[in-house]
């Protein structure tokens, strides 16, 4: 199965918030990622969180990890239609001295104004 | 401005062409990535490369080639024998060496074959 797993849509009204979700499978993965793709365009980093950590905020998104199950949360507050992309979660992989990211499939977002 | 560059943005080949995708970075970053995105199944690892004069294959190497003569280049071979090469091709760096790995993406190539 895939490592990495998103539900491919969310859509929600301007102005309620956003909680995109994501589950991963490797326990001993040190930073977990969230990028954003606007249309036609490549993937920006949006956040990330160490593996340490069970939340981190960063003005309108918060994310959660629950390692014990291995799932990973983007909340979006007070969503804009600006915020309409596609939303991958990432994981780090080690191995042999590199660092390798898997993605997951990616979670489209689709604001209602 | 430091960042990626991928050229050029749209590329349409006949079947049985092989094409170069080009992709420079300015960030000094050691590593860099190839990704192939099809609609509904996220980023794939084609090649990447941790320093000049190596590289290694992905998940999905087969009917691409790549090399890194360079620092700051990292082209894409899409070679005939790639089943089927339509789809969106993206470029990354990193500077690597570390856990933290958060990789700078380019704009992307949209590659149709006819």
């Known amino acids: 199965g895939e490592d990495v797993e998103q539900s491919l849509f969310l859509s929600v009204r301007e102005g309620d918030s956003s909680v995109i979700n994501c589950t991963y499978t490797d326990s001993s993965s040190t930073y977990l990622y969230w990028y954003k793709q606007e249309p036609g365009a490549g993937l920006q980093l949006l956040t990330y969180i160490f593996s340490n950590m069970d939340m981190k905020q960063d003005q309108r998104l918060t994310v959660l990890l629950n390692k014990k199950d291995k799932h990973l949360s983007l909340r979006i507050a007070d969503t804009q239609t600006g915020d309409s992309a596609i939303y991958f979660c990432a994981e780090i992989l080690s191995g042999a001295g590199s660092y390798q990211l898997t993605f997951g499939k990616g979670t489209k977002l689709s604001v209602i104004p | 401005d430091g960042g990626i560059t991928q050229s050029p943005k749209y590329l349409f080949r006949k079947e049985g062409q092989n094409v170069t995708l080009s992709c420079e970075q300015n960030l000094n970053h050691d590593a860099m990535y190839w990704y192939r995105q099809d609609p509904g199944q996220g980023l794939r690892l084609i090649y990447y490369s941790q320093i000049v004069n190596d590289f290694q294959k992905g998940d999905i190497a087969e009917g691409y080639s790549v090399s890194r003569e360079k620092k700051e280049s990292f082209p894409l071979t899409v070679t005939s024998a790639q089943k089927n090469p339509t789809a969106f091709y993206l470029c990354?760096?990193?500077?690597?060496?570390?856990?933290?790995?958060?990789?700078?993406f380019g704009p992307g190539t949209r590659l149709t074959v006819l």
């Open positions: 990354a760096s990193t500077r690597g060496g570390s856990a933290y790995n958060e990789q700078f």
